[in-house]
């Protein structure tokens, strides 16, 4: 019976496995959309009661189906601190504490419910390239995010030379300065906060150059890596034929 429920849950290549998938799927973005019109304002006492019960509905289900995944997984500890494993229970935790705790402040944790989003990731296969491009690239990942970290300080502590004397407000210190620092590295530029001296605006112009390498790297990576996953993903097919 474990065997048979394995075949259902976790291999979409058969029928039953594939109707599993689409039921799931169907069910996530279902409540998703419960979740967004019971945000409106002014809805019925019916159309709460029904929202309120489809909840519960999809809630048991998924809670099944976090079960069964545990029920049928080989090492059952591995997948619950597994990615899919943690997004599978955010997806039904949050109703349990609110049902548990009758406090106002735990409503906030209904929004958690948006990451029924990500079990939708799940069912893309896509997202196995993904998987083998973050092993192919993790090194380098490391160390890029190392050197924008050096870049960010950097950045930080020259803005706040040049500009803590003229705006004393907004560059007070170099940890003050680190978020001019990251929206100018990502090239985002909200404009909030700007330097006026020429000595920072002429510093602003390098780091800006550099924020357009620091945005461009990882998407190379990424999609380096990506070819080589599908390279990859060709290569066992080829053997598996």
Request: proline share 2%; charged share 20%.
């Amino acid at each position: 019976m474990k065997e048979n429920i394995r075949k259902i849950v976790e291999d979409n290549t058969t029928k039953k496995g594939k109707y599993f998938d689409y039921f799931i799927q169907f069910l996530i973005l279902a409540s998703l959309i419960a979740f967004t019109v019971e945000t409106l304002p002014d809805n019925s006492k019916k159309t709460i009661d029904f929202l309120n019960t489809f909840e519960i509905i999809c809630v048991s289900i998924f809670t099944l189906e976090y079960i069964l995944r545990i029920y049928v997984a080989k090492k059952p500890l591995k997948y619950i601190f597994s990615f899919y494993g943690l997004i599978d229970f955010l997806a039904i935790f949050p109703f349990y504490l609110r049902t548990a705790y009758d406090l106002r402040a735990l409503r906030a944790f209904r929004v958690f419910r948006i990451f029924r989003t990500l079990k939708l990731v799940r069912y893309n296969k896509a997202m196995k390239r993904f998987h083998i491009a973050a092993g192919i690239i993790k090194e380098e990942l490391v160390l890029f995010l190392i050197i924008t970290a050096i870049f960010i300080f950097l950045a930080s502590a020259g803005i706040y030379y040049f500009e803590n004397e003229a705006q004393p407000e907004l560059f007070s210190s170099v940890i003050h300065s680190g978020w001019w620092a990251v929206v100018t590295l990502t090239t985002v530029g909200y404009g909030d906060v700007y330097p006026i001296t020429v000595g920072g605006k002429i510093f602003t112009f390098f780091i800006l150059l550099i924020g357009v390498g620091i945005v461009t790297i990882p998407a190379g990576l990424v999609a380096s890596a990506l070819s080589k996953a599908r390279e990859i993903e060709n290569e066992k097919l080829n053997k598996n034929n």
